[in-house]
């Protein structure tokens, strides 16, 4: 979560400037029509904000509940919003990075079309917007599908960013530019992982886009910002395990942070040297894309784990906003799903004592009438723990259907 926010404040701080600067001597800069692509920047950062935030709070809330299951489902609920920070994050960054080069080419290349340009940012605006716009839902299947495709986008971006720094660079040549203007364009700092993909430069060209990078045991890229440290190789098998991070997500982290030198040696497998890094491990050994089924997203019924008939009971004892009891559902398979509910037809189910709804209900105004005073979140949290022990339900919360 450090990281991300790191990430984003300086992300953030590009768009800042890049809005501050003024005109060029001709006029041209990131304003007028293309004030629309700093827009772009500065709609995504409001969501990203607030999944940092709702993690956040979940890690908050889990670190008080006072029960280690419980502890451990509230963490994993930080899992799709981290993943969509994470995510989403990146390709800010490197959309700051087309416009890093959208405003060099407009102040230093007179020559440059800019209805060319204009049309260029524009397809890869187009290009980012529908992964955005999954990160941005938090829903969790749709957040580790546009995780799992982050690679490929991420090459087509890496290949959008050098096509137009070649074409610029070949544009200034035939106009005659000095070299201080070919300078401007080719010595941009990148904040994403472009510089660690992109292709070669010829010896001519400054070689700035990939410093920094020295090849580990293993073939393990030391210098990407993901593979660093047995900290953080130990941190991934552990989140890994726990179910706080999916392995699709983990595998398309490594492979864009890692470049084109930790492509995979098999198809949808975890490069070689960066599963030997993580160690010989069955969560290692699973770190593969895998469909819908694979990944933990079954068409299995969701279960209101706190009932949502008395949503408004639940609301009055603290179960608002990030954690209010649409946040709290579980997949479960057909049969289990019915069978903790007395059945396939509800209304007969009802009847019977040991019914989830009634029952959850009962213990718990039970214990409230007991304590003498209103129930805190905590407390209730604890109670449904042990109660989803005894019925065998997982304490894998996702999103349910809101009201």
Same mark, same amino acid.
């Given at each position: @979560? ?67 299951? @419980? ?15 994470? =995510? ?9 990075? =087309? ?9 230093? +290349?007179?020559? +440059? ?12 605006? #187009? ?28 090459? $087509? ?52 886009? &990939?410093?920094?990078?020295?090849? &580990? ?39 864009? %942070? ?35 089924? #694979?990944? &933990? ?16 009971? =639940?609301? $009055?004892?603290? =179960? ?15 049969? %289990?799903?019915?069978?903790? %509910? ?11 004592? #040991? ?32 109660? @989803? ?10 999103? &349910?259907?809101?009201?």
């Amino acid at each position: @979560m450090d990281e991300v926010k790191g990430s984003m404040a300086r992300v953030e701080a590009s768009f800042s400037k890049l809005a501050a600067r003024p005109p060029a001597l001709g006029g041209w800069g990131l304003n007028g029509v293309f004030t629309r692509y700093l827009d772009q920047g500065s709609h995504q950062v409001t969501w990203l904000r607030g999944a940092l935030g709702s993690a956040t709070a979940l890690t908050d809330a889990a670190s008080d509940v006072g029960d280690s299951d @419980m502890e451990l489902g509230l963490l994993r609920m930080t899992g799709p919003r981290l993943q969509a920070a994470l =995510f989403g994050t990146l390709l800010l960054a490197t959309w700051v990075d =087309f416009l890093h080069l959208a405003d060099a080419v407009l102040r230093h +290349c007179p020559m +440059c079309s800019v209805e060319k340009l204009f049309t260029d940012l524009h397809r890869v605006q #187009g290009l980012m917007q529908p992964t955005l716009t999954d990160l941005a839902s938090l829903d969790p299947e749709r957040v580790e599908a546009a995780a799992t495709a982050m690679p490929e986008l991420m090459g $087509k971006l890496t290949h959008e960013f050098d096509a137009l720094h070649r074409d610029t660079r070949s544009t200034m040549k035939l106009g005659g530019q000095v070299i201080a203007a070919m300078q401007a364009v080719e010595m941009l700092t990148l904040i994403s992982t472009l510089k660690m993909s992109l292709p070669r430069r010829p010896p001519s060209t400054p070689a700035t886009l &990939g410093v920094g990078l020295v090849m &580990g045991s293993g073939g393990v890229m030391v210098g990407s910002r993901i593979v660093v440290s047995a900290e953080w190789v130990e941190m991934m098998r552990r989140l890994v395990q726990a179910g706080v991070i999916s392995v699709p997500a983990v595998s398309a982290a490594v492979r864009i %942070h890692g470049g084109q030198v930790l492509m995979a040696q098999a198809s949808q497998d975890l490069p070689k040297g960066v599963r030997d890094a993580l160690g010989d491990s069955p969560e290692v050994r699973g770190m593969q894309v895998t469909d819908r089924v #694979g990944a &933990g997203m079954s068409n299995a019924p969701k279960h209101h784990v706190l009932p949502r008939e008395h949503r408004e009971w =639940f609301e $009055k004892r603290g =179960f608002t906003s990030d954690m209010d009891i649409d946040q709290f559902c579980v997949r479960l398979e057909q049969a %289990h799903h019915e069978a903790i %509910h007395g059945g396939g037809n509800w209304r007969l189910g009802r009847t019977w004592p #040991g019914e989830w709804n009634r029952l959850i209900m009962e213990v718990l105004r039970d214990a409230e009438a007991e304590a003498g005073r209103t129930l805190t979140r905590n407390t209730i949290l604890r109670i449904v723990a042990e109660n @989803m022990k005894r019925y065998d339900i997982p304490m894998k919360f996702t999103k &349910g259907r809101s009201r």
